[in-house]
């Protein structure tokens, strides 16, 4: 038995995934982005970057499907479990035995990644392989199409990134895209065009969103005493947000789940 651990949970999500949705919220990320607005998940220990407790807790999966299957009624047809983060591939044998038994009671199953854990090779290869026999959906986002710019946005390259969508795309997994727009960084007609051809290639895209960056999260870390890099950027206008839509062609998308 393998022990996850959590971060929070949420249990009438709404935007994680189709219809009502049941969220975990792993501890423990690789990346910094700038816009993160989960800086609470970052460390994979017990304390924030501050020192202090970063609220999370250890439980099995079978514990933590129980709690998820009290709220199933409410899931209707569409929803089911999201397992969001921090990043919940990090914690990738705790995935693979909470998402077989989620498959196991019928439950459609989602995981919110960045794919920078993504190895195609030896063991965690086969890790990915084994989890996505019981994954339904991801929710997946290119942070920035440019390796260079992936890299000083978030702390990493995407050259692995960029591998996980293709290998996703070979075995043919349904994902939704989730493209956060930051004005000064991925809010750039070259990059939104460079990103648009790149999902051209792929066929097991079922949805493209734009997001819009905000600075919602700059209290968390003014709170975990974090520096806030994008404090001085404002969120897209809506010509922008629109511009980006239309270069990425969102609206040929259905979101069906399936």
């Not at 989960?38 to 999370?56: C, I, L, R, V, Y």
């Not at 986002?141 to 260079?148: E, L, R, S």
């Not at 895209?205 to 975990?224: I, W």
């Amino acid at each position: 038995m393998t022990l996850g651990r959590i971060n929070k949970l949420e249990t009438f999500g709404s935007v994680d995934g189709p219809g009502i949705r049941f969220v975990v919220f792993t501890q423990g990320c690789p990346m910094r982005c700038k816009f993160c607005h989960n800086p609470e998940t970052w460390d994979f220990g017990t304390k924030s970057a501050n020192g202090t407790a970063n609220g999370s807790f250890e439980i099995s999966a079978e514990d933590l499907l129980k709690k998820a299957l009290r709220y199933k009624p409410y899931w209707g047809t569409d929803g089911g479990i999201t397992v969001s983060g921090g990043e919940p591939l990090a914690q990738i044998d705790f995935m693979i035995e909470f998402f077989e038994a989620a498959k196991s009671a019928g439950v459609h199953t989602c995981v919110d990644t960045c794919g920078v854990t993504f190895r195609p090779t030896g063991e965690p290869f086969a890790k990915i392989e084994r989890l996505m026999k019981s994954t339904d959906l991801l929710l997946v986002d290119i942070k920035h199409i440019d390796a260079d710019a992936h890299k000083e946005l978030t702390g990493h390259g995407n050259e692995n990134i960029i591998e996980f969508f293709r290998y996703l795309d070979r075995i043919q997994k349904p994902i939704w895209i989730r493209h956060v727009l930051v004005p000064g960084i991925s809010d750039n007609d070259e990059a939104l065009t460079r990103t648009r051809d790149f999902i051209r290639t792929l066929h097991n895209v079922k949805r493209v969103e734009v997001l819009p960056y905000h600075a919602f999260a700059l209290s968390k870390y003014k709170e975990l005493k974090i520096d806030y890099a994008l404090k001085d950027t404002q969120s897209p206008t809506a010509e922008r947000v629109a511009n980006a839509n239309e270069i990425l062609e969102t609206a040929k998308y259905t979101g069906w789940k399936e």
